[in-house]
């Protein structure tokens, strides 16, 4: 028996172990922000040796208090989580855009974390769209949370997939934000639209909302208003998270 397990090893190819896809890299930099009932996406980015999450700035408001919680894996697959001081007092310590739905804010990664954070170089700019890179009908992720879901007891993103559904992107100032062909859902909030650029990843814009049909009723006894979701989500481009955090 032995003999023939040995001569089997020797047949049998050699198979190295498979790299990580651009999809894992892209769940390993996204994180879960909760705050009481209150919970959003976040993704973590590295700039200078430092470490912010991003996230829309409608979740940094809407948590109540000094601190919110970050919800991150471990290297041991362990779900955790950590303490994020977002107020000192009511001052807010996180940096939002003038107009745009979108924040950063330092965080000081744990140790165990089992956490790849975006290069900085790996947000797009102005000039992805402009040559094209990026357009209307490009397939894209979304690494996120909707409506508190983890994916396992790990804590893990759900990944979900879509399409860009605006034409055109540019210039920047007229396409500040710009429809996701992708469900949209409360919790998906901050999470990043992730395109692909050979074998890389490149975060193109930061889920804010959903698109939807608003319907309002009216009767001597009743008036009732009912939302219908067009399975559109809204995305801020993300040079204006550049911006931030430049």
Known sequence: MRCDFLLLSLLLPWVEPVAATPFEDALRATVKLSGGPVTGTGFVIEKDEKHFL??????????KGEICQVVYRTEGGKRKEGNLK??????ALWKRHETLDVAVIEWRMPEDADCLPFPFDRIANEDVAQKRIIGVGREICIPCYPIKIEANPSGWPVLRRGTIASHPLTPLKSAQTFLVDSSSFGGESGAPVVAW??????????????????????????????????????????PYLRGLLE
């Open 54 to 63: 991003a996230t829309a700035a409608h979740v940094m408001n809407d948590f």
């Open 86 to 91: 977002i107020r000192n007092g009511e001052k």
């Open 197 to 238: 650029e050979g074998k890389d990843v490149l975060v193109v814009g930061v889920i804010i909302g959903m698109q939807r049909q608003t319907d309002r009723t009216k009767t001597p006894l009743e008036e009732r208003i009912s939302h219908l979701p067009l399975g559109l989500g809204i995305a801020v481009q993300s």
